[in-house]
């Protein structure tokens, strides 16, 4: 009998965006062990709990296997040839139909640039519509569409080495040590011995906000407001880097007059935030030797996300902190591909490489290289998606590594629209909550059973390489989807991910040097990648990615937050916890980690617990006009008053925080606003 040795195979974590890389220690099948090495470039030898043991759901007896096809209620095993045949033909029958834009593709934050590539290509040349998105869309699109509005490049400015190595660090509406702990741990290190100072502004008072020298508790959905004010006593004070101003901005006049309402004591009373400390606030930046700020979904999923994210970038450009070392705006990414799934065109506006699908030469050069005729106009995004489906124009839905009935806002709203559809493929690991609507459900292959790369938060694009064999009968997610495109009438031949990164590189200006070669075992490379290898840590240097190379201030106002009505007495916020990952599908299929936390919960204040009866395992109903969860309370001082917090990562779909939320969102981008919710509360 043949005993399997052990084999190590480096590869990239598969949770969040900091994107740290190990090696994975296998035998057989089993998974025996991660262990970190001091020549990765991001973590050296550190991960965190779920990079070490959040791996088992990829030997999980709940991994799909086979291709299942609905059959009345139920679903039934198929072989891939009746699959893909029945998806060719329904596709194909719709598209004729309907017409091409009654088809929409969601892609995945999970899957690698390769798959996403691929995605896109199937969207645009396939099927023929725009209507391509990822979840990026549910969380920092507005970050990106702020720094496109002022820098031009919606990406950090530089790399985690530069957050580690500034004077000050400013956390807003992040949880760090809980969503991307390793990157918090450089942090936490720089403060303790290089005396780096640190200011976090969140609702809850968490353990980076323990630590910081400043923590700061604003009125929910007040963010821009502070940072405006902050901005004009800046100017008021002449600490403004005017020469950088001079030199490398446009639009100085005109954005000083949009500061105008925005004084200390206007601040004060909108904000709750006391002068003295946005006095403080503001010298802390004029004195550091450099500011980066990070930001999350508690700026981002606001109606007015795009604006706050903006306000970054303008405070960031008026204190001169872009386009040198240790300084810089830095939205932290969630889920470790969502930087390339955006990077390779799985968005409805923009071809990979952030080329607009409306440029003329662009699509000329796409068409040239795909030979075919593409959409002229940007598609639908995953909101207008879910409004199409429910006005009768989206007809049909290709989604795959996507929990999307749990993880978009208004879930009720979005998993009856999905009853809707005339026809809907699912592709992932699990029969996912999303995948009971589906028609038919394709196995996939988790990414330590396939090779291909992922871009972490700084822009920086690592290798993952196969450990494992797929399980069953699954395939890769680039795999599936070539052989969807070729059944439907497209003649592709991509025999491993290298060719779809080849191509992409030949077609995308920003990845022209990216090759498998420069990315072979623990090297990477950082966006734009020039034709001959060099990479760019950090951006703006010489200039800004405007055609006159210089930035542009860009006036914004406050947007009044989404309020129910004051029955709903009680603000309601949710974030993620350290153990687990999104939806749960993943993390809560690893041993480890569901046996140090199996299940969500409800942050109360002492106050509040005290006000209506309630001690930690007490059982509340939380109602919103969207629906209701039932959930368990833990009394604790992180949140304060009225304000509720909800771990969004829970395995109980009648827990899940997206029974409440709206369909409201970002003016821009259409990012729900989940961080903008009321709700009422009965004890059970
Ligand atoms: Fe994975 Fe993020 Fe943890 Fe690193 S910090 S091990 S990328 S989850």
């Known amino acids: 009998m043949r005993t399997s040795r052990i084999k190590r195979t480096k590869t990239v974590c598969t949770y969040c965006g900091v994107g740290c890389s190990f090696e994975?220690?296998?035998?057989?099948?089993?998974?025996?062990?991660?262990?970190?090495?001091?020549?990765?470039?991001?973590?050296?030898?550190?991960?965190?709990?779920?990079?070490?043991?959040?791996?088992?759901?990829?030997?999980?007896?709940?991994?799909?296997?086979?291709?299942?096809?609905?059959?009345?209620?139920?679903?039934?095993?198929?072989?891939?040839?009746?699959?893909?045949?029945?998806?060719?033909?329904?596709?194909?029958?719709?598209?004729?139909?309907?017409?091409?834009?009654?088809?929409?593709?969601?892609?995945?934050?999970?899957?690698?640039?390769?798959?996403?590539?691929?995605?896109?290509?199937?969207?645009?040349?396939v099927i023929g519509t725009n209507n391509v998105d990822n979840c990026s869309r549910y969380c920092q699109s507005p970050a990106t569409a702020g720094l496109m509005r002022t820098v031009g490049i919606g990406g950090d400015a530089g790399t985690i080495h530069d957050i580690a190595s500034a004077g000050l660090v400013i956390v807003v509406g992040a949880n760090p040590a809980?969503?991307?702990?390793?990157?918090?741990?450089?942090?936490?290190?720089?403060?303790?011995?290089?005396?780096?100072?640190?200011?976090?502004?969140?609702?809850?008072?968490?353990?980076?906000?323990?630590?910081?020298?400043?923590?700061?508790?604003?009125?929910?959905?007040?963010?821009?407001?502070?940072?405006?004010?902050?901005?004009?006593?800046?100017?008021?004070?002449?600490?403004?880097?005017?020469?950088?101003?001079?030199?490398?901005?446009?639009?100085?006049?005109?954005?000083?007059?949009?500061?105008?309402?925005?004084?200390?004591?206007?601040?004060?009373?909108?904000?709750?935030?006391?002068?003295?400390?946005?006095?403080?606030?503001?010298?802390?930046?004029?004195?550091?030797?450099?500011?980066?700020?990070?930001?999350?979904?508690?700026?981002?999923?606001?109606?007015?996300?795009?604006?706050?994210?903006?306000a970054i970038a303008n405070l960031l450009l008026v204190t001169g902190n872009f386009g040198?070392?240790?300084?810089?705006?830095?939205?932290?990414?969630?889920?470790?591909?969502?930087?390339?799934?955006?990077?390779?065109?799985?968005?409805?506006?923009?071809?990979?490489?952030?080329?607009?699908?409306?440029?003329?030469?662009?699509?000329?050069?796409?068409?040239?290289?795909?030979?075919?005729?593409?959409?002229?106009?940007?598609?639908?995004?995953?909101?207008?998606?879910?409004?199409?489906?429910?006005?009768?124009?989206?007809?049909?839905?290709?989604?795959?590594?996507?929990?999307?009935?749990?993880?978009?806002?208004?879930?009720?709203?979005?998993?009856?629209?999905?009853?809707?559809?005339?026809?809907?493929?699912?592709?992932?690991?699990?029969?996912?909550?999303?995948?009971?609507?589906?028609?038919?459900?394709?196995p996939a292959a988790p990414s330590l059973e396939k090779d291909g790369t992922f871009t972490n938060t700084e822009r920086r694009v690592q290798r993952f390489y196969q450990a494992l064999q797929p399980l069953g009968d699954s395939k890769p997610d680039w795999e599936i989807l070539q052989l969807v495109a070729n059944r439907m009438g497209a003649a592709w031949n991509y025999r491993h991910p290298s060719e779809l990164m080849a191509e992409a590189a030949s077609l995308a200006p920003i990845f022209a040097g990216v090759t498998y070669e420069r990315l072979e075992g623990w090297q990477s490379l950082l966006w734009p990648v020039a034709a001959d290898g060099s990479d760019t840590p950090l951006l703006y240097k010489e200039r800004f990615a405007f055609p006159d190379g210089k930035a542009r201030l860009f006036p914004v106002e406050w947007t009044q937050p989404f309020h129910p009505g004051e029955e709903y007495d009680l603000?309601?916020?949710?974030?993620?916890?350290?153990?687990?990952?999104?939806?749960?599908?993943?993390?809560?299929?690893?041993?480890?980690?569901?046996?140090?936390?199996?299940?969500?919960?409800?942050?109360?204040?002492?106050?509040?617990?005290?006000?209506?009866?309630?001690?930690s395992g007490s059982l509340v109903r939380l109602t919103s006009p969207y629906g209701h969860v039932k959930v368990r309370v833990e009394v604790t001082d992180t949140v304060q008053g009225k304000e509720l917090y909800l771990t969004m990562n829970t395995r109980d779909p009648e827990a899940a925080i997206n029974r409440l939320t709206s369909s409201y969102h970002d003016k821009i981008t259409h990012t729900p606003n989940y961080k903008e919710m009321s709700v009422k509360m009965e004890v059970l």
């Open 24 to 125: 994975v220690w296998t035998k057989g099948r089993k998974i025996l062990k991660i262990e970190p090495q001091a020549e990765a470039p991001v973590n050296s030898i550190s991960t965190c709990v779920k990079g070490k043991f959040g791996w088992d759901f990829v030997n999980s007896e709940e991994r799909l296997t086979h291709p299942l096809i609905r059959k009345g209620d139920r679903f039934v095993e198929a072989t891939w040839d009746e699959a893909l045949d029945l998806i060719a033909s329904k596709l194909g029958e719709i598209k004729q139909k309907y017409g091409p834009d009654s088809i929409g593709v969601i892609a995945s934050s999970k899957c690698s640039n390769e798959e996403n590539y691929i995605a896109q290509k199937f969207a645009r040349a």
């Open 324 to 442: 040198r070392p240790n300084a810089g705006a830095y939205p932290l990414r969630g889920h470790n591909n969502v930087q390339g799934a955006c990077d390779f065109g799985t968005m409805p506006a923009w071809m990979p490489g952030y080329e607009a699908v409306q440029d003329e030469k662009v699509r000329a050069k796409y068409e040239r290289a795909w030979g075919v005729k593409l959409p002229e106009q940007p598609g639908l995004n995953n909101h207008q998606m879910v409004e199409a489906i429910t006005k009768g124009k989206l007809k049909a839905m290709y989604l795959f590594g996507e929990e999307m009935a749990l993880v978009d806002s208004n879930s009720n709203h979005v998993e009856h629209s999905f009853e809707q559809l005339e026809f809907f493929v699912v592709q992932d690991l699990f029969f996912t909550r999303t995948a009971q609507y589906a028609d038919v459900v394709l």
């Open 178 to 310: 809980e969503s991307h702990p390793v990157l918090a741990t450089r942090v936490k290190r720089a403060h303790k011995l290089r005396d780096q100072k640190l200011i976090v502004f969140d609702l809850r008072r968490h353990e980076l906000g323990e630590r910081a020298d400043l923590y700061i508790h604003p009125t929910p959905g007040t963010d821009l407001i502070w940072m405006s004010a902050v901005t004009k006593y800046i100017i008021d004070q002449g600490w403004h880097d005017q020469a950088f101003l001079r030199d490398r901005v446009n639009g100085w006049e005109e954005y000083v007059a949009s500061l105008e309402r925005y004084t200390l004591d206007y601040a004060a009373e909108r904000t709750g935030i006391a002068r003295e400390q946005l006095i403080q606030i503001a010298a802390m930046i004029h004195e550091a030797d450099g500011t980066c700020i990070l930001w999350a979904m508690g700026v981002t999923q606001h109606m007015g996300g795009t604006d706050t994210s903006t």
């Open 571 to 615: 603000h309601l916020n949710n974030g993620r916890l350290l153990e687990h990952f999104h939806e749960g599908n993943m993390t809560y299929r690893s041993e480890g980690l569901t046996h140090k936390v199996p299940r969500e919960w409800l942050e109360v204040s002492t106050e509040l617990a005290k006000e209506r009866g309630l001690e």
